[in-house]
């Protein structure tokens, strides 16, 4: 009788450690599935924010243009002695020291984006259970 159950103890760890890897290779594969699915979403939705963004740029360019020039003519109308290159001068200073800070917040606001965060995250998490168990 002992030997019977030895082949059987030893058929029943075989196949629980080829049970183990088939479900750690599944849990990889799928975690690999769900990081493209959450690649692809978080690109389309890059994508679709980026076209009103590109118009509204223009747009704003645009203004800001006509609105520097109405400016600069409006800054030699309150100083009539002032010459009108000294008005843009001023205008475009201004509005330039407005775009940098713009640019600058931006720049902080874009470094702390980690699209990819959530889903290695799972997938580490994943891997430590699996290899505990």
């Not at 509005?95 to 917040?105: E, P, R, S, Y």
Request: hydrophobic content about 55%; some cysteine; glycine content about 8%.
């Amino acid at each position: 009788m002992a030997t019977q159950t030895e082949p059987e103890n030893e058929v029943g760890v075989a196949s629980l450690v080829t049970g183990i890897v088939q479900d750690a290779r599944e849990l990889i594969t799928e975690q690999m599935k769900l990081f493209q699915v959450e690649i692809k979403h978080d690109l389309h939705q890059a994508v679709m924010a980026l076209m009103p963004l590109a118009v509204g740029m223009g747009v704003i360019f645009t203004s800001i243009v006509v609105l520097g020039i109405g400016a600069a003519y409006f800054v030699c109308w309150l100083a009539p002695d002032l010459p009108l290159w000294a008005g843009y001068a001023i205008v475009g200073t201004a509005l330039a020291i407005l775009g940098a800070g713009l640019v600058f917040w931006a720049k902080s606001m874009l470094a702390n984006i980690k699209p990819t965060d959530t889903a290695l995250k799972g997938l580490k998490e994943n891997l430590q259970w699996k290899t505990k168990n």
